[in-house]
């Protein structure tokens, strides 16, 4: 995994935003896996400012999100799909069918797992997958636990993940959903590159396993030591933590 320290969280969304919309000139019908959370929060508005400045085209682009909690309709606030809709997808011209995202008010989740695989393979699978990290290792919603499940599946989520998403919903964690629906770590390794993004200082013992630990369903993110393509962009802060 190759790794890359920017001063602050400022410089890494510019240089991110700026890999991206290069990718898009480049690969106009690119496939992206996209996260949601408070870490790409300025991934995606420094997104929506360079596409108002230079008026990308984001017509052909595809992309998929990595996961949605259970029980809420995409109309729902506190939906993950509301959150691409205000931080991304309402600032480009991408088309709402090529916004792939799992239903959280699907009555069959198996099934809907299952479409969901379909639909990312049927695309010809994902050019970029874009990552943030749990602190306690999970990617995507990929807890950690004595196994993983490979490919997207329900997840009951841990206490610790359902606090950090508390944030979401004013901060009132009782109102944060019991489950989620999430793209497996197989789904997620399947694609041909992958850029992990963390910062601050919370995030460090969870980034020193992923890098430096062994490969453990204890730690999802270290599963990434065995792409060839990951590049991990980290803010100073927490890069210090690690030195
Ligand atoms: C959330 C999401 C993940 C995200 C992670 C970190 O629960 N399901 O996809 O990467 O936790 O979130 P944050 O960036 O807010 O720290």
Same mark, same amino acid.
């Given at each position: ?8 969280? #400022? ?15 480049? *690969? +106009? ?9 408070? !870490? ?8 929506? =400012? ?5 008026? +990308? #085209? ?25 959150? @691409? ?10 088309? +709402?069918?090529? %916004?792939?995202?799992? #239903? &959280? ?18 695309? &010809? ?5 874009? *990552?943030?990290?749990? /602190? ?8 950690? &636990?004595? !196994?993983? /499940? ?11 993940? =359902? ?6 919903? #004013? ?6 959903? =019991?489950?989620?629906?999430? @793209?497996? @770590? ?7 590159? %992958? ?28 599963? *990434?030591?065995?792409? +060839?393509?990951?590049?991990? @962009?980290?803010?100073?802060? *927490? ?5």
């Amino acid at each position: 995994m190759k790794c890359q320290a920017y001063p602050g969280e #400022d410089a890494l969304a510019a240089a991110l935003g700026r890999i991206i919309l290069d990718t898009i000139r480049r *690969l +106009p019908a690119v496939v992206l896996g996209l996260p949601t959370g408070r !870490t790409p929060l300025g991934l995606y508005a420094e997104l929506a =400012r360079l596409t108002a400045l230079e008026q +990308p #085209d984001w017509s052909e682009v595809r992309t998929f999100n990595l996961d949605e909690f259970v029980g809420l309709a995409p109309s729902d606030s506190g939906s993950y799909r509301a959150f @691409m809709q205000e931080r991304l997808f309402h600032h480009v011209n991408i088309r +709402p069918e090529h %916004i792939g995202f799992l #239903d &959280g008010v699907a009555e069959d989740a198996d099934a809907e797992c299952g479409r969901y695989e379909r639909a990312i393979a049927a695309v &010809g699978g994902i050019d970029l997958m874009v *990552l943030g990290i749990g /602190a306690n290792g999970h990617i995507g919603f990929n807890e950690p &636990g004595k !196994t993983l /499940a490979a490919r997207t599946h329900l997840v009951t989520l841990d206490a610790p993940t =359902r606090a950090a998403n508390a944030l979401w919903f #004013d901060g009132d964690v009782t109102r944060v959903p =019991r489950q989620a629906l999430t @793209m497996g @770590m197989a789904t997620i390794l399947a694609a041909r590159a %992958i850029v992990l993004i963390a910062t601050g200082e919370t995030k460090a013992e969870a980034v020193r396993a992923m890098l430096y630990g062994g490969v453990t369903t204890a730690v999802p993110a270290s599963f *990434l030591q065995l792409h +060839p393509q990951v590049n991990v @962009m980290l803010d100073q802060s *927490l890069a210090d933590q690690l030195a």
